[in-house]
């Protein structure tokens, strides 16, 4: 099929570099490259089936935070730069946490970010790190396939929110259980989070962004509830969702025309830097998850503040030469990111 493309192992196979870098051997894990032997079953597709719970919460919350735009003019100055601080440590709770550290192991982090990383991440509630990094990786691996969690060959609505509201593919869970996870199993951190995550939620995602502006700054409990804490975290939730859809389907292809995921400006603004998504999917294992480092990339920002700190270290890049080899081979004639 035309869209799985050249982003294959023999790809790597044919340009091996000496240190590993191609494809970021030199990791704790490997298992978010593409692979090619995969292919999909024959015959009709398994029935759609709904899971009417998350229909119901997911339908209650976006309704809930749309009530939270009209607790806007009368929340307290403090109460929504505290929802931007609650968004931007979800956000990146996700994107230097479960996505760049743990899915890819692009970079290396001590205990104490480790904890950090893990705390925001909880704030986001968008599964534990063990099932995010998990599908993560499946998604890069059997990408746009029936093995992948939020295949955007289903259209926007099914890569962006409709993949939760329907019981998985079966391939999903056929090929996520084979999946690499041995590095996320070692960690403590991760498993310490998994094991008690439902408290943990409860603790970081609502009550926290809730209680904090009431308890410090007398905010009405209600602006908290629906400013800090629903509306906070329907939109991390919906710049996260965004890369999975719309930077699978609106911008160019620089790195590799054959397959779908694009370079996406507006995505990379919303998501903290996750929007250079041809990029991405070309070099899972750069820590920048784009060519540009810092540009539109809080998250990098963030990364390299970290490692000078001496927090954060080992982080990958990919060689100019390797990118401008790759741009020149299956790129599509455009230079410009977005
Ligand atoms: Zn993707
Ligand atoms: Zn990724």
């Given at each position: 099929?035309?869209y799985?493309?050249?982003?294959?192992?023999?790809?790597?196979v044919?340009?091996?570099?000496?240190?590993?870098e191609?494809?970021?051997?030199?990791?704790?894990?490997?298992?978010?490259i593409?692979?090619?032997?995969?292919?999909?079953?024959?015959?009709?597709?398994?029935?759609?089936?709904?899971?009417?719970?998350?229909?119901?919460?997911?339908?209650?919350?976006?309704?809930?935070?749309?009530?939270?735009?009209?607790?806007?003019?009368?929340?307290?100055?403090?109460?929504?730069?505290w929802?931007?601080?609650?968004?931007?440590?979800?956000?990146?709770?996700?994107?230097?946490?479960?996505?760049?550290?743990?899915?890819?192991?692009?970079?290396?982090?001590?205990?104490?970010?480790?904890?950090?990383?893990?705390?925001?991440?909880?704030?986001?509630?968008?599964?534990?790190?063990?099932?995010?990094?998990?599908?993560?990786?499946?998604?890069?691996?059997?990408?746009?396939t029936?093995?992948?969690?939020?295949?955007?060959?289903?259209?926007?609505?099914?890569?962006?929110?409709?993949?939760l509201?329907?019981?998985?593919?079966?391939?999903?869970i056929?090929?996520?259980?084979?999946?690499?996870?041995?590095?996320?199993?070692?960690?403590?951190?991760?498993?310490?989070?998994?094991?008690?995550?439902?408290?943990?939620?409860?603790?970081?995602?609502?009550?926290?962004?809730?209680?904090?502006?009431?308890y410090?700054?007398?905010?009405?409990?209600?602006?908290?509830?629906?400013?800090p804490?629903?509306?906070?975290?329907a939109?991390?939730?919906?710049?996260?969702?965004?890369?999975?859809?719309?930077?699978?389907?609106?911008?160019?292809?620089?790195?590799?025309k054959?397959?779908?995921?694009?370079e996406?400006r507006?995505?990379?603004?919303?998501?903290?830097?996750e929007?250079?998504?041809n990029?991405?999917?070309?070099?899972?294992?750069?820590?920048?998850?784009?060519?540009?480092?810092?540009?539109?990339?809080?998250?990098?920002?963030?990364?390299?503040?970290?490692?000078?700190?001496?927090?954060?270290?080992?982080?990958?890049?990919?060689?100019?030469?390797?990118?401008?080899?790759?741009q020149?081979?299956?790129?599509?004639?455009?230079?410009?990111?977005?």
């Amino acid at each position: 099929m035309m869209y799985r493309g050249s982003q294959t192992v023999s790809t790597y196979v044919e340009t091996p570099k000496a240190n590993g870098e191609d494809i970021g051997q030199d990791r704790e894990m490997t298992d978010d490259i593409f692979d090619t032997t995969y292919t999909e079953k024959e015959g009709p597709k398994p029935p759609r089936k709904i899971v009417w719970r998350n229909v119901i919460l997911m339908s209650m919350l976006h309704i809930g935070a749309l009530y939270g735009f009209f607790f806007i003019p009368a929340a307290k100055p403090a109460t929504l730069l505290w929802a931007v601080v609650c968004f931007m440590l979800s956000a990146l709770g996700v994107t230097a946490g479960a996505h760049r550290l743990w899915s890819h192991r692009s970079f290396k982090a001590k205990l104490p970010l480790r904890i950090f990383l893990a705390v925001s991440n909880t704030m986001a509630f968008q599964n534990d790190i063990f099932e995010w990094a998990r599908d993560h990786r499946a998604h890069h691996k059997y990408s746009e396939t029936d093995a992948d969690p939020h295949n955007a060959m289903r259209g926007f609505f099914f890569s962006h929110i409709g993949w939760l509201l329907l019981r998985k593919h079966p391939d999903v869970i056929e090929k996520g259980k084979k999946l690499d996870l041995s590095d996320l199993y070692a960690d403590k951190v991760v498993m310490f989070q998994r094991r008690h995550y439902k408290k943990l939620i409860l603790v970081m995602c609502f009550i926290v962004p809730t209680v904090v502006p009431w308890y410090f700054w007398g905010e009405s409990l209600y602006t908290a509830f629906y400013v800090p804490c629903l509306l906070r975290y329907a939109l991390v939730l919906n710049a996260t969702w965004l890369v999975n859809s719309a930077a699978h389907m609106y911008g160019n292809r620089p790195y590799d025309k054959n397959i779908n995921p694009r370079e996406n400006r507006f995505v990379a603004l919303g998501a903290i830097g996750e929007g250079f998504h041809n990029y991405h999917h070309t070099f899972p294992y750069d820590y920048t998850a784009s060519e540009f480092g810092i540009r539109y990339n809080l998250t990098t920002c963030f990364i390299n503040l970290m490692c000078y700190f001496g927090l954060a270290s080992d982080c990958k890049r990919v060689s100019k030469e390797t990118i401008m080899a790759r741009q020149l081979r299956t790129g599509d004639g455009s230079q410009r990111s977005g």
